[in-house]
């Protein structure tokens, strides 16, 4: 059942109306996790309701990070990151850890070559609370991207998954 969240807070945007669809032709299995009982299209967004009535985009709830229990979304990590003159841009995942379940890690394109990972740790812990801080840095010299230029989460994370097993 969709449940309703107060103004502000964060939440899965789930959809409901004559312009969404009903459901997947001919898989019941799926429409089950994509809606709820009451009949919500739950998108896979997080995200949350200004006080004008506009919704805030977030992340997506499948590219969540959970640290002992807290809610990490990339977007946090990269957004910081990214104000650090030093990166020209960057891109986070999250890896399974034995202590937390899971843990950040983040890959970096370098705008200024002297950057270190160091340098990236210390400004996280700078700006971000302590869980939220990457445990790994990857510099790289491009990250994948779609042809419309956006970052490729899920290619990260299948190159990480590859070079584990």
Same mark, same amino acid.
């Given at each position: 059942m969709a449940r309703n969240v107060?103004?502000?807070?964060?939440?899965?945007? &789930?959809?409901?109306?004559?312009?969404?669809? !009903?459901?997947?032709?001919? !898989?019941?299995?799926?429409?089950d996790k994509v809606f709820s009982s009451d009949g919500y299209l739950k998108t896979g967004d997080m995200g949350y309701m200004?006080?004008?009535?506009?919704?805030?985009?977030?992340? !997506?709830k499948k590219d969540m990070i959970l640290v002992s229990g807290f809610n990490v979304y990339p977007n946090e990590i990269e957004e910081v990151v990214c104000t650090n003159p030093k990166v020209l841009? &960057?891109?986070?995942?999250?890896?399974?850890?034995?202590?937390?379940?899971?843990?950040p890690k983040i890959f970096v394109v370098k705008?200024?070559?002297?950057?270190?990972?160091?340098?990236i740790i210390k400004f996280c812990r700078d700006n971000l609370t302590s869980y939220k801080v990457p445990?790994?840095?990857?510099? !790289?010299?491009?990250?994948?991207?779609?042809?419309?230029?956006?970052?490729?989460r899920k290619d990260l994370k299948e190159q990480e998954a590859k070079r584990r097993s």
């Open positions: 107060n103004l502000g807070d964060l939440g899965e945007i &789930c959809i409901k109306g004559p312009q969404v669809m !009903r459901g997947y032709w001919q !898989r019941d299995h799926e429409n200004t006080a004008e009535g506009y919704f805030k985009i977030v992340d !997506r841009e &960057c891109a986070a995942i999250a890896l399974k850890d034995e202590k937390s379940g899971e843990v705008k200024d070559t002297s950057l270190t990972e160091e340098e445990k790994y840095v990857e510099f !790289r010299t491009e990250l994948p991207k779609s042809n419309v230029g956006k970052i490729l």
